[in-house]
């Protein structure tokens, strides 16, 4: 049987859960990954399955400022991640995962506003 999707991944067919004047924004989940001390936000399926860390970072905007707060964070399963050829992974520090969490948090603000926009478009082209 073909994969058929259930559902259309079209964010301009989606009809808005939140209007873009509701306060507090829902949360938002950045996927992150580290390759070395290599820090990517929203990677491509490429950089995923050659990561060594990866993690999915949940902000909830806490201001009307735009200032973030962590709400979540969670491992991701990446390409190099488990045990290969007998050796396990050789995890994470403490430090990359501060980073990893800070950079969510730099971007996320810019993240929201984005999603704003085009929400805020696709308001006004549906007349609402």
């Known amino acids: 049987m073909d994969d058929i999707p259930a559902f259309s991944d079209d964010w301009g067919l989606a009809t808005p859960l939140y209007t873009p004047d509701t306060y507090p924004k829902p949360p938002i989940s950045l996927p992150v990954i580290a390759i070395a001390d290599n820090i990517f936000l929203d990677p491509s399926n490429a950089e995923v399955a050659v990561a060594e860390v990866g993690l999915v970072v949940t902000i909830l905007q806490s201001t009307s400022t735009g200032d973030g707060e962590v709400v979540g964070v ?55």
């Open 74 to 128: 969670r491992s991701m399963e990446v390409g190099r991640g488990g045990v290969s050829g007998g050796k396990s992974r050789k995890g994470m520090s403490r430090a990359l995962v501060k980073d990893m969490v800070n950079a969510c948090l730099s971007e996320a603000v810019d993240v929201v506003q984005e999603l704003d926009k085009t929400a805020r478009k696709q308001l006004a082209k549906e007349g609402r």
